[in-house]
């Protein structure tokens, strides 16, 4: 897994592009989301449209990334899932926990501004 880091305002769009399957990628991008929080970030959309296969520990990442940026009094917002993505979000009912948008756009307008 391979990731880029964008600003849309406000917003850090992080478009990942692979297999979100957990290990050194995950550690990594784990560590972007807390130097995010750390230099003031709270709104992130993470844009899964160039992803093929996630497992639970990708979907844990997600998990968590959504709690970091909670407790720091913001928010994740999914982009881009394929159908298998977000049917292993639905399947697992962590719908409320990780909204899920069908564009990065879409995402984006979703935070309040």
């Keep these: 897994m391979n990731f ?3 600003q ?7 478009s990942l592009q692979g ?3 957990g290990g050194p990628d ?3 991008l784990n560590s972007t989301l807390h130097d995010l929080v750390t230099k003031g970030t709270r709104r ?14 990708g979907l ?3 998990i968590g990334g959504a709690s970091t940026m909670k407790n720091a009094g913001g928010g994740l ?13 639905t399947i697992t009912r962590l719908g409320k926990v990780l909204a899920t948008y069908p564009t990065v756009d879409a995402a984006v307008a979703s935070f309040p501004q």
């Excluded at 849309?8 to 992080?14: H, L, Q």
């Excluded at 917002?77 to 979000?89: F, H, N, P």
């Design 19 to 21: 297999n979100l399957m």
């Design 26 to 28: 995950a550690s990594a």
């Design 77 to 89: 917002a999914i982009a881009g899932a394929s159908e298998k993505i977000l049917a292993l979000i």
């Design 60 to 62: 844990g990442i997600l």
């Design 8 to 14: 849309r305002g406000a917003i850090t769009v992080i």
């Design 44 to 57: 992130v959309v993470v844009d899964l449209h160039e992803v093929q296969f996630m497992n639970s520990s």
């Design 4 to 6: 880029t880091t964008t």
